[in-house]
């Protein structure tokens, strides 16, 4: 089984910089996409970033030019660099795989707070 574990949330000032890690563990195949979702309260989840084992990303409108996703395949993690942030941006961010053929798995999440 596949085990996420986030790290890096935490409280910044608007215009701050967080970033977060994701390291993956388990049963972990080669072809995978792994990213970000977030999810405020009482909103729906919603994608931040992914990036594929082969290194193609996708950004959400709303963080382009602001945050950066970045992953090591040796070390099986997942970063995401986030700049500017604004108070819009506080969520629980959630550390996203997803093996090819196989289920989507999900990290136990980490609190973003950005205050203005």
């Known amino acids: 089984q596949v085990q996420l574990v986030e790290s890096g949330g935490g409280l910044v000032q608007a215009g701050g910089s967080l970033r977060l890690s994701c390291a993956a563990s388990g049963s972990i195949f080669s072809i995978n996409t792994m990213g970000w979702y977030r999810q405020a309260p009482g909103k729906l989840r919603e994608l931040v970033a992914i990036i594929t084992s082969g290194g193609s990303t996708n950004y959400a409108d709303f963080v382009k030019g602001r945050f950066t996703i970045s992953r090591d395949n040796a070390k099986d993690t997942v970063d995401l660099q986030m700049n500017s942030l604004e108070p819009e941006d506080t969520a629980v961010y959630y550390c996203?795989?997803?093996?090819?053929?196989?289920?989507?798995?999900w990290g136990q999440g980490t609190q973003v707070t950005v205050s203005s």
């Open positions: 996203y795989l997803r093996v090819a053929y196989g289920p989507t798995h």
